[in-house]
């Protein structure tokens, strides 16, 4: 039952200025090839560029003869010339030889050289306790070399590059916020949880708060939330909440983005979210050209404070102002439906239980839409769902203990490949939270993991799948489950 799936979707709209979709929708970027041209032409000084090459790739992007060497991208198998050229630039032994293979073959080289003659420089700037300097010119000249051929490197390449490129725990200080914006949003958009990365861009937050507005911070901010990261960095929270302090009243929609990030690490600061609620705030958005987006996220803070701040006292959300957080699948969901397990699940139920016994696509108050709901009775039947209220009350503290509901609803949730950063087990930040959520509201999540469903093949085996998974929580359905 594999499906063809993908690791991209279509680039999202670029949304205003100040804008960023850190809950519904996915955040804009620039293209790969345009970050990696402006990170290498960043590079200032010879000593920074040769500290940096000393530093290893993050695994799994690490180069060595079994994924660079080996195969050119594509899958094919070197021709002699180019595997010779590769063979050359590996036994170099001077920085100026490296680049000499490089300017004196074109037509031989191929995106992957690039990287291995990075690594190779890094190398040989390592071979000796104190190696000398690399010449300006010699950079500069790999640096256009690399810049004018980026158009044709895939993303492992460009991945690669920006490794050696840029991989700071050196002076990441040193960069512009415009470079490490644009890093920040590499980062998020493909689902790179690098935690190297990540660190310096925190570090570059706390070392240049001062120079920093919120506009700036909040895209800065951006992929700690999106790839669930809170840095080790131990100003990091100290240096937002000044941050936020300082620029609140200045950007409003930059302000409830920030917010939105440090909700999904759960890191929300009670004197932020003071402000936010207050009815000064809520007046000024009202008449913005943002007003219902900013109502959306702090409909989503207002949930977070009821169900995971029990200790906040402060102003909350007015009830009139509340909006549905998530009122349909999400932006990323819908791009991928044709890549996604929801119809075959759907089928796969539709046969097991019956159509009368899930719904499909439910959106639960205070807005979180589920993949499939069953009502379960006490005794773990599954109840025709038109005879029962599918949702529970929200919030939760309102409705007193013995007139709860004794009926269960349990949330079948896809954890499909994309619901994950890029290396397949950490959930993204926005799915962590709505799993947290729903199961802080009483709901019973029984998730459904992507290699789980991969491996089913066809859909005699997804219903196997399916009934093992429920009858271990219990259930029972058909004649002699009622």
């Not at 950079?139 to 004018?148: A, E, G, N």
């Not at 909440?241 to 929300?268: F, H, K, W, Y």
């Not at 959930?427 to 469903?453: I, K, N, T």
Request: with cysteine; aromatic share 6%; charged share 20%.
């Amino acid at each position: 039952m594999r499906r063809p799936r993908g690791e991209l979707g279509p680039r999202a709209p670029r949304p205003t200025e100040g804008a960023i979709c850190a809950g519904p929708g996915e955040p804009w970027s620039p293209s790969p090839n345009s970050m990696l041209r402006v990170l290498l032409s960043a590079q200032a000084s010879s000593a920074r560029l040769s500290g940096l090459l000393l530093l290893s790739p993050v695994q799994p992007y690490c180069l060595g003869p079994s994924k660079w060497g080996d195969r050119p991208p594509g899958g094919a198998p070197h021709a002699g010339p180019v595997q010779g050229l590769q063979r050359l630039l590996e036994q170099a032994r001077s920085p100026g030889e490296l680049l000499r293979w490089l300017g004196q073959n074109p037509t031989k080289v191929r995106a992957h050289h690039y990287p291995v003659a990075l690594r190779r420089l890094g190398q040989l700037l390592g071979s000796q306790p104190r190696p000398p300097p690399v010449e300006q010119a010699t950079l500069q000249d790999l640096s256009q070399l690399i810049i004018r051929n980026c158009p044709s490197f895939d993303i492992h390449t460009i991945h690669v590059c920006l490794h050696l490129a840029v991989l700071l725990e050196a002076r990441p200080e040193d960069l512009t916020p415009h470079v490490m914006v644009l890093l920040a949003q590499h980062l998020a958009r493909h689902r790179l949880r690098e935690p190297q990365l990540l660190e310096a861009i925190a570090h570059f937050l706390v070392a240049q708060e001062a120079q920093l507005n919120s506009k700036v911070v909040q895209k800065l901010v951006l992929p700690f939330g999106r790839l669930n990261y809170l840095p080790l960095e131990q100003q990091f929270m100290p240096c937002l909440e000044r941050i936020l302090a300082r620029e609140a009243g200045v950007a409003p929609l930059a302000t409830v983005n920030i917010l939105m990030s440090l909700c999904q690490l759960r890191c929300l600061p009670f004197r932020a979210l003071h402000f936010v609620f207050s009815p000064g705030f809520i007046s000024h958005i009202s008449g913005t050209p943002h007003a219902l987006i900013v109502r959306r996220y702090l409909s989503l803070l207002d949930t977070a404070v009821e169900l995971e701040l029990p200790g906040y006292r402060g102003p909350r959300l007015p009830r009139r102002q509340q909006v549905p957080i998530f009122p349909q699948p999400l932006i990323t969901d819908r791009a991928r439906c044709k890549y996604s397990h929801k119809d075959i699940v759907a089928e796969g139920l539709r046969q097991l239980l019956g159509e009368e016994k899930y719904r499909q696509d439910l959106t639960v108050p205070p807005g979180y839409c589920t993949d499939f709901l069953l009502c379960v009775s006490s005794s773990g039947a599954v109840l025709p769902v038109r005879t029962q209220d599918p949702f529970l009350p929200y919030p939760p503290r309102s409705c007193p203990y013995t007139t709860r509901d004794p009926a269960q609803r349990v949330v079948l949730m896809l954890r499909e490949r994309w619901h994950f950063c890029r290396d397949g087990r950490v959930l993204l930040g926005s799915r962590a939270l709505r799993e947290r959520h729903l199961g802080l509201m009483g709901y019973q999540l029984l998730p459904l993991p992507f290699e789980e469903l991969e491996s089913q093949r066809g859909l005699p085996q997804l219903k196997s799948y399916l009934r093992q998974k429920l009858q271990a929580l219990g259930l029972r359905w058909g004649p002699e489950g009622g």
